[in-house]
């Protein structure tokens, strides 16, 4: 038996890919007609499904030929290729297996793999546990796919396409006159459909992220299933906590006051309202550290430290001046003083003069159709009526708060700008989903009773 190596890099796909492919694609196609067909009669809304699996799939595709043929390598065929290993070890050995993925990554279980019949998984992704939790999740899409890079990696954009989709039945429910532009917003962005269909961290953080979402919306504000939905509320908060924790921080000050809302619209005095909620925002953030830095390693000043190195690092000349630079930091004072710029860039960037390649230029023409309607809704709505249109409908307060303290988060985190793409989407079709709904406001300022009522807390 030849040795299992690792390259860190597909060169070609096998034979046996070509044949596989049309197959599978024959199968998502009938299985999501079948979900389409069932559902369109009682939700017309159903008429989107199919079309946006196909984008997923075709984003799941266009991001295996980028990776394989352009970028030739990078961290999702490690993914892969640690998620190999791990596969094997259950198919060779499956008491060595249970023990791998349940205990965390030492020196002693991976010399649990060999060379010869399972081959390793890359070091830094095995003891990293962010990363290794990925590659556990990879395994049963291995399974499926026949190892198989290409077919896992369209699995896995099938499987996290349900994410999305309940966020779009979720934005689609409360404002239903735009179910078309909502559409757009969430299920068509040309940067989530293509990075956020690959085998990386983001790919399932978005997903989890938006089941985290559509969970709140039925346990909290609609109160219906209550312990179904509380169960995949806890499950999806618990992938994101093992992946990337700071999207729960980002998450927790806008829940709690979309959570807390029914309470607070009920106070008569509008004044004593407005203030009350950035009261409850400021509340919501420090409890939200709280929770976190008692439940897991969240340390401000650690976190602070940590951004600082990895912006500074990626700033390096070997990423060939696709990177950034809004200024250095060193300390929590420090890193508010860049707020604005770590937002701006977060939202924003890269501009299209900053592209060095093909896939950060149709980056920066996404970016600039987002900046330029932002300044189109911003300079159409008086302040005054945005700040109502703010705190009388939670949901867009909730998303705007999230998309704001992510945008911030990675802004302050991340100057190379490949890194960047890939890490917004995580807030894109909530951030996108706010500016179409301002959009309708601006444009029916005479929105009736009845439909203000309707979209009024979310519900």
């Known amino acids: 038996m030849n040795e299992i190596k690792n390259y860190g890099y597909i060169d070609n796909l096998s034979l046996s890919e070509y044949i596989a492919f049309p197959i599978y694609i024959i199968i998502i196609f009938l299985i999501s007609y079948y979900v389409q067909y069932k559902h369109i009669r009682k939700n017309p809304l159903y008429k989107y499904y199919t079309i946006a699996v196909f984008l997923k799939v075709i984003g799941a595709v266009s991001f295996c030929l980028v990776y394989i043929f352009v970028y030739k390598g990078g961290d999702t065929i490690s993914y892969f290729e640690s998620a ?10 499956p008491n060595n297996f249970l023990k791998v993925f349940l205990e965390k990554g030492t020196i002693e279980n991976y010399y649990l793999f060999d060379g010869r019949s399972t081959g390793y998984p890359w070091m830094h992704m095995f003891i990293e546990p962010k990363s290794f939790f990925l590659v556990k999740i990879l395994v049963p899409f291995m399974l499926l796919s026949f190892q198989s890079f290409v077919l896992c ?3 896995l954009s099938w499987a996290s396409f349900a994410g999305i989709w309940r966020l779009f039945l979720m934005f689609t429910n409360v404002y239903k006159t735009i179910s078309r532009n909502l559409a757009i917003a969430i299920l068509f962005i040309p940067s989530v459909v293509f990075w956020g269909s690959g085998m990386l961290k983001d790919t399932v953080t978005l997903s ?7 969970a709140l919306y039925f346990t909290f504000i609609l109160k219906i299933k209550r312990f179904r ?8 908060a618990y992938v994101i906590f093992a992946i990337k924790p700071y999207i729960l921080f980002a998450l927790l000050p806008g829940v709690i006051i979309w ?24 509340v919501s953030f420090g409890t939200g550290y709280l929770v976190l830095s008692q439940i897991g390693d969240f340390d401000i000043k650690h976190l602070i430290n940590e951004a600082s190195i990895k912006q500074t690092d990626l700033k390096r000349v070997e990423y ?7 200024g250095s930091y060193s300390n929590v004072n420090g890193a508010i003083s860049l707020a604005p710029e770590a937002i701006i860039a977060g939202l924003y960037r890269p501009y299209i003069w900053e592209a060095k390649n093909i896939v950060m230029f149709l980056s920066g023409i996404e970016n600039l159709v987002y900046l330029g309607l932002t300044i189109f809704i911003l300079s ?17 307060l909730f998303c705007l708060s999230y998309s704001i303290l992510f945008a911030l988060i990675i802004g302050l985190s991340t100057s190379n700008f490949g890194a960047l793409v890939r890490f917004k989407i995580a807030f894109l079709p909530e951030f996108l989903g706010t500016l179409v709904i301002l959009n309708y406001y601006m444009k029916n300022k005479g929105v009736t009773k009845m439909e203000e009522q309707d979209m009024e807390n979310g519900k």
Do not use: H, M
């Open 84 to 93: 190999r290993a791990l596969t094997n070890l259950l198919e060779q050995r």
């Open 153 to 155: 990696t369209i699995i």
């Open 208 to 214: 989890a992220s938006c089941w985290f979402i559509y």
């Open 229 to 236: 939905y509380s169960i995949i509320l806890l499950i999806s």
């Open 259 to 282: 959570v807390v809302y029914d309470k607070v619209v009920t106070l008569k005095k509008k004044v004593i309202k407005y203030l009350f909620i950035p009261l409850v925002y400021l």
């Open 320 to 326: 060939k001046g696709n990177s950034f630079d809004i």
């Open 380 to 396: 159409r709505i008086r302040f005054l009526r945005l700040l109502k249109i703010l705190f009388d409908n939670p949901l867009i």
